[in-house]
């Protein structure tokens, strides 16, 4: 069965490392976003990509970068990790992002910045 | 600004009793609304989607309803299970593009 998994599950790291989220789909999806969770929060987009070589960035973009390379994954760096950036990180994917398609997502990272 | 605000934040139902989760959007302009369910520790699940011309959808025991001239949808769970303890998160989304924009959820606890 096709699935969208993530790796780590959990991550503890310091302040001022760099980190990297692995996200890969099975779908066959052109459509992939990053998205982080935090309480009283909605989830926030932090980057997407419509295909491979193609990256944009969402609300709450600054600190974080992704690249595309082929079709199944989209990792996402914390280039250097704040104790702001402790939060969940869920990856999602969807057959037409133009509109608004069902996204299905990862099972989230939960990611500790100490 | 576009919003999407959930009430109750939270809720506590004892099994077998129904329930009414709602959702107002300001999102202009309207594409789609969901309804999601995350269970703890989980992503979310898509339950429904409506558009514009749509105004209630039913997924089993999950029946959602959307107004889109007051803007407001509502989740209705009837004959609530424990499995249902979950939180349920509303997502609108405009035209033409990925703007799609998450309600913080409403987080529902389902007691024996």
């Known amino acids: 069965d096709a699935e969208i998994t993530q790796s780590p599950r959990h991550k503890i790291t310091e302040t001022g490392r760099q980190v990297t989220l692995a996200c890969h789909q099975t779908w066959n999806h052109n459509n992939m976003f990053w998205y982080r969770q935090d309480l009283g929060h909605g989830l926030r987009l932090i980057h997407y990509?419509?295909?491979?070589?193609?990256?944009n960035k969402g609300e709450v973009s600054d600190g974080y970068s992704v690249s595309r390379s082929n079709t199944e994954d989209l990792p996402l760096t914390l280039e250097s990790a704040a104790s702001s950036q402790t939060s969940v990180y869920f990856c999602a994917s969807s057959e037409d992002g133009t509109r608004g398609d069902t996204q299905y997502f990862g099972p989230g990272t939960r990611l500790t910045v100490l | 600004k576009n919003q999407v605000e959930q009430s109750p934040q939270s809720l506590i139902i004892l099994e077998g009793k129904n329930c009414t989760l709602q959702c107002n959007y300001t999102v202009s302009p309207f594409s789609n609304l969901r309804w999601y369910k995350q269970d703890t520790g989980r992503g979310p699940v898509s339950l429904t989607i409506?558009?514009?011309?749509?105004n209630t959808k039913s997924n089993g025991r999950y029946t959602a309803t959307l107004d889109a001239d007051t803007k407001q949808s509502s989740l209705h769970i009837t004959a609530s299970q424990l499995s249902d303890s979950a939180s349920y998160i509303c997502v609108v989304s405009e035209t033409g593009g990925f703007k799609t924009i998450f309600g913080a959820g409403t987080r529902l606890f389902v007691k024996a």
């Open positions: 990509s419509y295909g491979v070589q193609d990256t």
């Open positions: 409506m558009t514009f011309s749509e």
